[in-house]
């Protein structure tokens, strides 16, 4: 199995490479995003029969030749909030270019109406529904919102035959889709120690295939003679990315990330196995994205000498004039970066820069007073002023929260290419999530070791990212020493040192012994989810490289 895509705008001619360039039995690619739902959302506001990814469409349109001479069949969610249009489309397109195509799709995400206020409210369903398209004949599966891994457990069951309650072998599918859905990250893309590689290798990494075997197991590969590397590192790293604790819950079971073992199994070859499964929990998840209002913001570039004082002006005045508008923006936050250096040799690297954001239900609050309260300071502020765009009239952002469902509460079919419609029964048995116990830590390094200064980086890679309003940093290391090391040293309290951003939020800490990784789970950081664009960086891409160029005690034995 491979995957072609992790995101709405992914590398286009990702599907033809991965078509080309050696075997596959099934092709996946992964559209779907928090935000990608809220864009869809607007798309299908302004236009019903829209709300999914055009790009697939016009990949296909390349590439359906191709998949039908090869066998290769597609699973895809880039029907998004619309599948049946999009599966409708392809069938269209397969009738124009002349090849046979059985395509099927899945439906019962949305949950919209059951949702008064919400753009666009779709449950997160599994693989079941696919997995009957698939054994019903179908050469390509259009699913809407779907677990990123039910691209892949619904071919796994379909091809294996497996039963709802093997949780082993369906865990271990999870394991191997959840390091797939994100397309390069799993092969060199993203990865914290890149510099270790040439450049020229990463300069365009192949897309993933995962080797799935009967027991669950896999291998994760890449297709011969394409860039990127795949290693223990990259998949770990990839494990890691957007999970909080060892219990990794979805509609069709429970993986048990603390139970993953990771071994080079050869050149660009790592498996997987050992993966521990369990039941389901009882409730679906279920994402919610509405308007949230209207935000505008603007960035003033501040040279030279006195960044703080300069600073300190404009904002008094910008917040005087702010007060004495008609409707005063109900947010109004500010954010000086320091990017400017000490007798620098060019003008941006003498700058800094400070960034006004406000947000309100009201458009005006955020438009036209801002814009000309800015605006009207060009000749009457701080020396040197001016601004890296003029402010507009505010644009509407976006919210995202998770709220969860009974299984019983959406109606999960498989629609097959005659219209057929095979209902998804829910799960049999379920089990409610729970936090497991602690693992024991190794045991420490002497304290008696000599100690330098340095970034936790020259040991420690990490990978961060979003979920709703929540960030995670997953740090691992690549020995047991250093494992040692980091399981006592990188606690929550340090962790808040560290990144005092972090300081008045809350902070779980997850500790993954077989990865030699600690998951931390930074709550609120990004406020109502990337499409509120809270935070400088909103959907916390940088946190974990922030956290690694942090300076801290490390053993010399290990640097």
Known sequence: MGNASGFYGDRFDALREMLTGGPLDVLTGDYLAELTMLILGRDRLKDPSAGYARTFLRQLEECLGLAHERGVRIVTNAGGLNPAGLADAVRKLAERLGIPAVVAHVEGDDLTRHRPGSLAAHAYLGGAGIAACLRAGADIVVTGRVTDAALVTGPAVAHFGWGPEEYDRLAGAVVAGHVLECGTQATGGNYAFFAEHPLERLRHPGFPVAELHEDGSSVITKHDGTGGLVDVGTVTAQLLYETSGA?????????????????????????????????????????????????????????????????????????????????????????????DHPDAPTEETASALLRLVVRDADQDAVGRALSGAAIELALASYPGFHVVAPPGKGAPY???????????????????????????????????????????????????????????????????????????????????????WLAHTLTVDRLRELLPECADLTVVRHVLPNLRALNFVVEGILGEGVASQARFDPQAKGLGEWLRSRHLDIPEVLL
């Open 398 to 484: 976006g919210v995202f929260e998770d709220v969860y469902v009974d299984h019983g509460a959406v109606d999960h079919v498989a629609v097959l290419h005659d219209g057929r419609r095979i209902p998804v029964s829910p799960p049999a048995d379920t089990l409610v999530l729970q936090s497991p116990e602690e693992p024991p830590l190794p045991e420490p390094l002497p304290a008696a070791e000599p100690v330098r200064r340095a970034p936790l980086g020259f040991v420690a890679g990490a990978r961060s990212g979003d979920k709703g309003g929540n960030a995670n940093i997953g740090v691992w290391v690549r020995t047991d020493d250093a494992w040692r």
């Open 247 to 339: 219990r990794y819950a979805g509609p069709d079971v429970t993986a048990r990330l603390d139970t993953v073992r990771l071994t080079q199994d050869g050149p660009d070859r790592v498996r997987i196995e050992g993966v521990r499964g369990e039941a389901p929990p009882p409730t679906l998840k279920v994402g919610l994205n509405r308007l949230g209002g209207f935000r505008n913001e603007v960035v003033f570039v501040l040279t030279g000498l006195d960044i703080e004082r300069k600073a300190a002006l404009v904002r008094e005045q910008l917040e005087a004039a702010l007060d004495a508008a008609k409707s005063r923006p109900s947010h109004v936050g500010w954010q000086l970066a320091r990017t």
